[in-house]
C-alpha cells in the first residue's frame, strides 16, 4: 500500500496567518503516462462529511476559495492556506488515487491561535 | 444535486454480520466508480472498498479483505457493502462516496453521504 504522511499533525494558526500542510508519499504519484500528481486534498468540518479542495495536487475544486492552493509533485505535496479564515478550522486530509488501493493521510488539525 | 443516502447501520455483535446500502440520485449512477469509506470515532479516514461502475472491477483494503463486499445495482441505484466477521475494530462511520473517475476508473473523491454508524459490541 502507498503510505502517506502528513505533518504536522496539529496546527494553531492566528487569523489572516498562513497555515502550510505538508504529505509526503511513500511512492511517487506523478503518472508518466499524462505527466499527472494523483493526489487530492480534502477537508473534514466537525459533524460533517469530508469536502474535496483539490485534485491533481493543485486544481482547485468548484466552489474552493483561492485562499487554498496545492502544490507539489512526486512524493512531496503541499497545502496552503494563505490567509486562515475562521471557517477554515478543520481537519484535512490528503488522499492518493495512483492506486486503485486508495490510501489517505493521518489528518492534519487546523486550529486558529 | 447529487445526493447520497447510506441505511443498514446499527449495533451488531463481535462475529456478526451487516449490509449496508446506499441510495444515489442526481447524477448517471452506472457511470460512475464507487466507494466506501470509514472513520472510526474521533480517528482519521479510511478507504475500504472501491467498485467500477459495471461492478466487474472490485477493490477491498487490506484490512477489509475476505471479510467485506462491496456490490452494486444498477438498476436500482444502489450501492452496498456486505460486511461478516465483524469486531470492535470495524465500529466507525461508514461513508458512501462517488468517484470522479468512469468506468474502470478511479480518481478522486467527489461527493460524500452523511455517513451511518456501525457499532460493534456486545
Known amino acids: ?113 | 444535486e447529487v445526493q447520497l443516502l447510506e441505511s443498514g447501520g446499527g449495533l451488531v455483535q463481535p462475529g456478526g454480520s451487516l449490509r449496508l446500502s446506499c441510495e444515489a440520485s442526481g447524477f448517471t449512477f452506472n457511470t460512475y466508480a464507487m466507494n466506501w469509506v470509514r472513520q472510526s470515532p474521533g480517528k482519521g479516514l479510511e478507504w475500504i472498498s472501491g467498485i467500477s461502475s459495471s461492478g466487474e472491477s472490485t477493490y477491498h483494503a487490506g484490512s477489509v479483505k475476505g471479510r467485506f463486499t462491496i456490490s452494486r445495482d444498477n438498476s436500482k441505484n444502489t450501492l452496498h457493502l456486505e460486511m461478516n466477521s465483524l469486531s470492535a475494530e470495524d465500529t466507525a462511520t461508514y461513508y458512501c462516496v462517488k468517484d470522479v473517475g468512469r468506468g474502470d476508473d478511479f480518481y478522486h473523491l467527489d461527493s460524500w453521504g452523511q455517513g451511518t454508524l456501525v457499532t460493534v459490541s456486545s
Open chain 1, 1 to 113: 500500500d502507498i503510505v502517506l504522511t502528513q505533518s504536522p499533525d496539529s496546527q494553531s494558526v492566528s487569523l489572516g496567518e498562513r497555515a502550510t500542510i505538508n504529505c509526503k508519499s511513500s511512492r511517487t504519484l506523478l503518472s508518466s503516462s499524462n505527466n499527472k500528481n494523483y493526489l487530492a486534498w480534502y477537508q473534514q468540518k466537525p459533524g460533517q462529511p469530508p469536502k474535496v479542495l483539490i485534485y491533481w495536487a493543485s486544481i482547485r475544486a468548484s466552489g474552493v476559495p483561492d485562499r487554498f492552493s496545492g502544490s507539489g509533485s512526486g512524493t512531496d505535496f503541499t497545502l496552503t492556506i494563505s490567509s486562515l479564515q475562521a471557517e477554515d478550522v478543520a481537519v484535512y486530509y490528503c488522499q492518493q488515487y495512483y492506486s486503485n488501493f486508495r490510501t489517505f493521510g493521518q489528518g492534519t488539525k487546523v486550529e486558529i491561535k
